[in-house]
Structure formats: C-alpha cells, structure tokens
C-alpha cells in the first residue's frame, strides 16, 4: 500500500501537472471502488487551485464557476494510480474514472484491487469528516515532537511498530517506514513503547523524519504496483536497512536480518543493532 512519501510524490507530480487546469468533463466507469463514487457532476467547470496531501489523502482544491471552493479528496488504495495524458489516448486497464480537462489532457486514475475510495467535500465538511477526525499529527511537521510521542508512548499498552502505524498517534508511517525508522533508532518492534526512554523516543522521532525525507526525495518506494505520475518507479527500495531483506546481512554490523509478524504485517530488524 503507497504510504505517505509515496502519496506526497503523487501530490507533488500532478500539482505541477493539473494546477490551473478547468474540468470539462468528469467519467466514471463503474458506481464505486471501495466505497460508492461521490457525485461528481458539481465539479464540471471547477478550476484547480492546487494539489497537496493529508496523511495518505490526495486533496486537489477546487474553486467551482460560482466561486466557492471544493476538495475533491482521494485515497489510492493498494494499487491506485493516476495519470495525466492526452484526452485521445484509450481508457487503460483498470481505468476507472477519468476527468477531462478543457485544454485536451486528462486525469486518469486506474485501480487493480478497486481498494481507492473518493470524496468531495467543503472545507468545513472535510474538517468534520470520519476520515479527517481518525487523523493524528503529520510526522514531518512541528506537532510531531519528541514530547508529544513520549507522553502518548508512556499511556501505550502496546509495542512501538504498532503504535507507529495507528493513524491517530502519527499519520502515513506504514509497515515499510516503520521498520526501516525503528532499525534507524536502534529499537527493537517488539519493545513496549512505555518502556523507552525519552533519549530513544527523540532520536525515533528524527529517524521517522529523516527515513520519510530520504523516501520523498528518492521517489519512493516501488514494490509491486506503486509508479509516480509520469509512470517511473521509486528509488527508495534500493535503500532499504532491513524491509524486505530476510536472511541478508546486515549493512552495519553484517548480522542476519530477521523477519517476524506483529498485528498481520511482516516486520523486519537486526537482532545486533535493535535492541
């Protein structure tokens, strides 16, 4: 599933892609993927102010003809992808919404597991949503601190990895950067996060927003369906500590990688440099 730099990419590619453009025509292919498509007829004519994420929601800002402001917002899924390309080109597999715009291109999304869902939304409404109240603080932004994750980590009952990937405690640090951020910090998944230590909170803080920086810049992480906007994979992959790489050596201390599951998910560690 793209986690947030994977998501932050996509947003950062189509805002330099869509922004300014006026929706001519919105088509849809089917009723709905995860959920029912919203109505999207109120969008016809609306211009795109910009294109920016919250968590792993996609949020293109629309000003409708009349003047008010929409948000049309978008979760990938696990296979969600979108494209911009000439409105001539055929719909491509697994192609299910497609919005023209009156310049000739069009906004493609295609979706393999139909897990993406959609919305439109006011301002106001999207404050109030289920899906932005389930939100917790950006983990590179100034409400992520030390503090803040030390006092939630001391009233948890939980191991770190879990907590780290519950939306509400900090949003977008999926299994992949949760275990590449733990092996930065030194802590071992299983470690009941009550138990550590202020220091190791801290440096596990900066080491989530080091490995989501890294992550962005690289274009993220292409494992199996994930592509930006114009179609090229994420580098971050080739970067990995630990993620993926069960029985390698460890590319500090040469230890064997371990693989274990917590909560469903496969989590990966050096048992040397993870305690």
Known sequence: MPELPEVE????????????EKIGAITTFRDGLRYPFP???????ASIEQVCRRSKYILIRCVLEQGEPRLLVWHLGMTGQFHVLPMAAEAG????????????????????????????????????SDWYQALGPEPLSPSFHADYFYALCKK?????KPLMMQARAVVGVGNIYASESLFQAGIHPKRM????????VEALVLAIQQTLSRAIDAGGSSISDFVQVDGKPGYFAHDFYVYGREGAPCRRCSAQIKRMVQTGRSTFYCPQCQR
């Open 39 to 45: 109505d999207f007829s109120e969008l016809v004519g």
């Open 93 to 128: 597999k697994h192609e299910h919404v497609r919005l023209d715009f009156e310049d000739g291109q069009s906004l493609r999304y295609r979706d393999a597991r139909r897990f993406g869902y959609a919305g439109v939304f006011s301002e106001a409404s999207w404050l109030q």
């Open 156 to 160: 948890s009952n939980t191991a770190i």
């Open 9 to 20: 990419v996509v947003c950062r590619g189509l805002d330099a892609l869509i922004r300014g």
């Open 193 to 200: 996060a009550k138990r550590i230590a202020y220091r190791r």
